[in-house]
């Protein structure tokens, strides 16, 4: 009987709080405040020129080789003049793979520096919201994993956090242009009718 008088407090107050424990929970869309905000833009633009200007350098080292390659099946060229173009063209294959590499090592780099500052900048903002809004639990949202969700739902949490992200953008900055941004994710999920 003893410890019956201590078990039923207990329960009840086990019971009582797992009716009270209602966990609020958000989502957040990094794709939709990149694209969405004056800052996400600025940041990501630095991304796309890096970019660009490598798949340029790709290029234009692609044509050197194909134009080698164009020289070499030439009729009129002579044996020597094919040994030579041949090294060329080895030279220009070895240059054209050391580029790719060196490419993606700057690639990645630069996406390193562009993400680690988009989180840095971000991350408060989304904790700020999230305390304030007494969130427990904020799931970042990636395409293919929600099956179903009401989407201004889910877009209600990041814009919130766009406004803020926008409200501490330095001063003074020119907005990059939307183009520039990098292609958002598909739209969450929506429900169906």
Not at 76 to 104: N, V
């Amino acid at each position: 009987m003893r410890i019956l008088n201590y078990l039923l407090p207990l329960a009840a107050v086990v019971s009582l709080s797992a009716q009270d424990i209602t966990p609020k929970i958000a989502v957040f869309v990094p794709d939709r405040l990149i694209a969405n905000t004056v800052r996400g833009r600025q940041l990501f633009a630095e991304l796309e020129v890096v970019k660009k200007n490598l798949e340029e350098k790709l290029k234009a080292k692609g044509e050197e080789g194909a134009r080698l390659q164009a020289q070499l099946q030439s009729p009129s060229i002579s044996d020597a003049g094919k040994e030579q173009i041949t090294k060329q063209l080895r030279d220009a294959d070895y240059e054209f793979k050391k580029l790719q590499e060196d490419s993606q090592a700057e690639f990645q780099k630069t996406q390193q520096k562009v993400f680690g500052q988009f989180q840095q900048e971000v991350g408060p903002i989304v904790d700020a919201v999230a305390k304030e809004q007494k969130i427990q639990l904020v799931l970042q949202y990636q395409q293919g994993l929600i099956a179903y969700g009401e989407e201004a739902w889910m877009l209600a949490f990041t814009n919130e956090v766009a406004k803020r992200f926008d409200a501490k953008a330095p001063a003074g900055q020119p907005a990059a242009k939307p183009a520039a941004a990098p292609k958002p994710a598909a739209k969450p999920a929506t429900p169906k009718k």
